[in-house]
């Protein structure tokens, strides 16, 4: 009969060999490039998307809010505003906290969107 010394046999993850296939990492290390140049490309026209839905209520807001700036201007000089104007002066002042809002989106979105213009310059030359 064989004895045992006693001593377990454990295996590390030093003792085990790594096995790495080489064709996969090619794969990755030539696709990253071409990938993260296509998320780039899909970031860029998503921003602009972004833009351009932000320019639409930007646009659709200040048609709501109409011309209230001389109605502003007169009850700020301590004119009373009665009848109509009143009532379109309480709908323009309303509709300025959505102005407001929708300017600074748009301005954002402004700002996200000018990483685009390298790429139109180069695909639209």
């Known amino acids: 009969m064989a004895k045992s010394n006693g001593a377990k046999s454990e295996t590390t993850a030093q003792d085990t060999p790594l096995v790495v296939d080489a064709e ?3 794969t990755e ?3 990253s490039p071409a990938v993260e140049e296509n998320q ?3 970031n860029i026209l998503n921003s602009l998307k972004s833009l351009l839905s932000s320019v639409e209520k930007l646009q659709k807001v200040r048609q709501e809010v109409g011309d209230i700036k001389p109605l502003v201007g007169r009850m700020l000089d301590g004119e009373l ?3 109509e104007e009143l009532e379109q002066l309480k709908t323009g002042i309303s509709g300025l906290f959505r102005l407001v809002r929708a300017y600074s989106d748009h301005q954002t979105a402004l700002t996200k969107a000018q990483s685009a213009r390298n790429l139109l310059d180069e695909i639209l030359k």
Do not use: P
């Open 24 to 26: 996969d990492t090619t």
């Open 29 to 31: 290390q030539n696709s």
């Open 40 to 42: 780039d490309i899909d």
């Open 81 to 83: 505003i009665a009848g």
